[in-house]
């Protein structure tokens, strides 16, 4: 079985985020290091692929030939990595990211596809849903546990009461939720193994993707502009005078939260 488990790169969220000034897009240029969000997907992958011949294949999108974070992905002992770097994917909206993975993707002929439930840094939220649609598949969301009976998935889908329980043949696109399996460090010796793992690093000519498609040009959406958030007011100092709890009551019914 090969899963195929999407990561994103990102800026370190650690780090005060920059934005170029002319795009207004996030400033990319620096280190970029795996999307904690996608370190679960990661994980879910590992345990799924488990088996004899079963592995696990990363895909990415990435400016700058970017591999830091496949490597930690790797590191945790993802198999191979593809990643499609290429300058015309500067500027990419959501849908032109999600055409050049699903292209991507297609190559590496998944049993199953592995996505975060969004980033850290875009947090859209609409990718995974439009590569099931791109590719054909059935998509299943908020996994927050996963299990493969023959060629059925069974997913307990995470909802605001519950959860539902889905099935559906494979292969399909899941999303992930931060709660579906702990990720696993990377090992001393996973770190060394990494180094040397196979990362296919395609151009969107190499995919078959027309470059009217993605980047600025395929883009439907534009930043015209970015303004300063309002800084955060200093707050007021309560001393409780033996009236601490009326108060706190009286501020929350101000704000109707109660
Ligand atoms: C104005 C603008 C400019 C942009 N410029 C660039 C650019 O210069 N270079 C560039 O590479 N991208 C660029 N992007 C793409 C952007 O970084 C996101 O990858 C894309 O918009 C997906 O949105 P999201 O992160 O909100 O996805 P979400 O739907 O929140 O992501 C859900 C999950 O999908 C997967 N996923 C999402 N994006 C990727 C990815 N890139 N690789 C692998 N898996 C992924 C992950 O598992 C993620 O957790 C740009 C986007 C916009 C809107």
């Keep these: 079985m090969n899963v195929v488990v999407c ?17 207004h897009t996030l400033d990319r240029t620096g280190k970029l290091i795996l999307d904690d969000s996608d370190a679960y997907g990661v994980e879910m992958g590992l345990q799924l692929a488990s088996g004899e011949g079963d592995e696990v294949t990363l895909v990415s999108m990435a400016p700058g030939g970017e591999v830091s974070g496949l490597r930690t992905a790797l590191a945790m002992g993802a198999a191979k990595a593809i990643l499609v770097s290429d300058d015309a994917l500067a500027g990419s909206d959501a849908l032109g990211t999600a055409k050049v993975l699903a292209a991507a993707i297609r190559r590496a002929e998944p049993d199953l596809v ?8 875009g947090y859209t939220g609409t990718i995974p849903a439009q590569l099931a649609e791109l590719l054909g598949l059935p998509s299943v969301t908020f996994a927050k546990k996963i299990s493969i009976d023959g060629s059925t998935l069974k ?9 539902d329980e889905v099935e559906c043949p494979m292969p399909a ?29 395609l151009t969107v000519d190499d995919l078959g993707v027309s470059k009217d ?20 007011g200093a707050g007021e100092i309560v001393v409780d005078e033996g009236d601490g709890a009326q108060r706190i009551v009286a501020f929350l019914q101000e ?4």
């Design 7 to 23: 990561v994103k790169q990102i800026p370190d969220p650690a780090a005060p985020p920059a934005l170029d000034p002319t795009t």
């Design 114 to 121: 592995l996505t975060a439930t969004e980033s850290t840094d």
């Design 155 to 163: 997913v307990e889908r995470q909802t605001e009461a519950g959860y």
């Design 173 to 201: 696109v899941v999303s992930v939720t931060a709660g579906v399996v702990e990720p696993r460090y990377p090992s001393f010796k996973g770190i060394m193994a990494a180094k040397s793992k196979p990362v296919d690093i």
């Design 213 to 232: 498609e993605v980047g600025a040009t395929g883009a439907g959406q534009e930043i015209t502009g970015v303004a300063k958030a309002e800084d955060r």
């Design 255 to 258: 704000l109707k939260v109660i």
